[in-house]
């Protein structure tokens, strides 16, 4: 009887220590989850604001820059086209994100043309909303990339869990799979030729 008793005991504590176990690594790889999805909502957030700050700016420019309509069509049309490339934390894959990135790489690059011309209107550039809109850009600018590196942290903290053994066998089974990084865009690593 007593044999009985241990026995059972053993059982009933070996289950308890692979239930806790089992419950821990499954919690913390949900938990890791949901960072790494807070955490691409707020790189969207950031994002959605320099979209909403655009329309803005395109307005205050054409009226000091009428002629420089193929400029501002090319600002409108890469922001209609970063807007449209839709990326949740549902779907956040390679091609995902790369598509995502081009579109706003593609918006940046419109903005920067924008800030070329703009260098050829003084008047435009003492303007005050011109100026206010332009600090706000760049400090949005500024939370893009520093919202980007955040993700980039919490997006390494949940593949390294999910990576390393034993969740690396759990993960499998509970359908937790590796999350893509924010990656620079090619040529970024190359400083830029200056010739005067």
């Given at each position: 009887?007593?044999?009985?008793?241990?026995i059972?005991?053993?059982?009933?504590?070996?289950?308890v220590?692979?239930?806790?176990?089992f419950k821990?690594t499954?919690?913390t790889?949900?938990q890791?989850?949901e960072?790494v999805?807070?955490?691409?909502?707020?790189?969207?957030n950031?994002?959605?604001?320099?979209?909403?700050?655009?329309?803005?700016?395109?307005?205050?420019?054409?009226g000091?820059?009428a002629?420089e309509?193929d400029v501002l069509?090319g600002v409108?049309e890469a922001?209609?086209k970063?807007?449209?490339?839709?990326?949740?934390?549902d779907?956040?894959?390679?091609?995902?994100m790369?598509?995502?990135?081009?579109a706003q790489?593609g918006?940046?690059?419109a903005?920067?043309?924008?800030?070329?011309?703009?260098?050829r209107?003084?008047?435009?550039?003492?303007?005050?909303?011109f100026?206010?809109?332009?600090?706000?850009?760049?400090?949005?600018e500024?939370?893009?990339?520093?919202?980007?590196?955040?993700?980039?942290?919490?997006?390494?903290?949940?593949?390294?869990?999910?990576?390393?053994?034993?969740?690396?066998?759990?993960?499998?089974?509970?359908?937790?799979?590796q999350?893509?990084y924010?990656?620079?865009?090619?040529g970024?690593?190359?400083?830029p030729?200056?010739?005067?």
């Open positions: 009887m007593k044999k009985t008793l241990i059972v005991g053993i059982i009933v504590l070996v289950v220590i692979f239930y806790s176990f821990n499954y919690n790889m949900v890791n989850g960072q999805d807070a955490q691409w909502a707020q790189v969207e950031v994002y959605q604001r320099r979209a909403d700050l655009i329309p803005n700016l395109v307005n205050t420019v054409k000091f820059a002629q309509k069509t409108v922001r209609a970063a807007t449209s490339v839709n990326l949740n934390a779907n956040l894959t390679e091609a995902n790369q598509a995502f990135q081009q790489d918006l940046s690059g903005l920067s043309r924008l800030m070329v011309v703009v260098e209107y003084p008047e435009l550039k003492s303007n005050q909303n100026l206010e809109l332009q600090a706000q850009l760049e400090g949005t500024n939370r893009i990339s520093v919202e980007r590196m955040k993700f980039n942290e919490t997006t390494r903290t949940y593949n390294t869990y999910i990576k390393s053994f034993p969740q690396n066998m759990l993960a499998g089974m509970f359908g937790f799979s999350k893509p924010f990656e620079a865009v090619q970024a690593d190359k400083a030729e200056v010739n005067f």
